[in-house]
T-cell receptor
């Protein structure tokens, strides 16, 4: 089955620690996205990537970093500079970049909490 | 930036009733999408409507778009308990490849 796999499902971070959230897709999609969702809120875009080795900041990139070394993978690192990291993180992909009339396919999320 | 705003924030109905959710947005768009999110899960794409379309159907879903009022509505007919979820609209701001999501409507369908 094609889809997006996020791991782990739950993650705990200690003070001063960096943590990395995994996102893998086997849909052969060019574009990938990371969103943050807080309780009762919509999704806010953290970073997105249109092609391998390229990515752009979204609306709330501070305290986060990403890489796109492979088409299938788009890991998100939550750094110690992100002072309020507790949230539900969602990864998504779409077929091609630069075109707005496409659905995005989502993984089932990682819930990050502070210890 | 929050482009779409759904209304109401929460809606509770009985099985078999229709559910209507509204979305308003601020800037011009090329298309608008509706997504569904079950509790603790990712979003699932439901339907996309282009700015030159006024109405679109998919099964029990009916979406309308009024670009003059910058608003859209999602109607779920003959609702089922399994329709219980949050529903989000998402728009492209002036044709950007980025989607901007609203805060969602939480729908509860009581059996």
């Amino acid at each position: 089955d094609g889809g997006i796999t996020q791991s782990p499902k739950y993650l705990f971070r200690k003070e001063g620690q960096n943590v990395t959230l995994s996102c893998e897709q086997n849909l052969n999609h060019d574009a990938m996205y990371w969103y943050r969702q807080d309780p009762g809120q919509g999704l806010r875009l953290i970073y997105y990537s249109q092609i391998v080795n390229d990515f752009q900041k979204g609306d709330i990139a501070e305290g986060y970093s990403v890489s796109r070394e492979k088409k299938e993978s788009f890991p998100l690192t939550v750094t110690s500079a992100q002072k309020n990291p507790t949230a539900f993180y969602l990864c998504a992909s779409s077929i091609r970049a630069g075109i707005s009339n496409q659905p995005q396919h989502f993984g089932d999320g990682t819930r990050l909490s502070i210890l | 930036s929050q482009q779409g705003e759904e209304d109401p924030q929460a809606l509770s109905i009985q099985e078999g009733e229709n559910a209507t959710m509204n979305c308003s947005y601020k800037t011009s768009i090329n298309n608008l999408q509706w997504y569904r999110q079950n509790s603790g899960r990712g979003l699932v794409h439901l339907i996309l409507i282009r700015s030159n379309e006024r109405e679109k159907h998919s099964g029990r879903l009916r979406v309308t778009l009024d670009t003059s009022k910058k608003s859209s509505s999602l109607l779920i007919t003959a609702s089922r308990a399994a329709d219980t979820a949050s529903y989000f609209c998402a728009t492209d701001e002036g044709g950007s490849e980025k989607l901007v999501f609203g805060k969602g409507t939480k729908l509860t369908v009581n059996p």
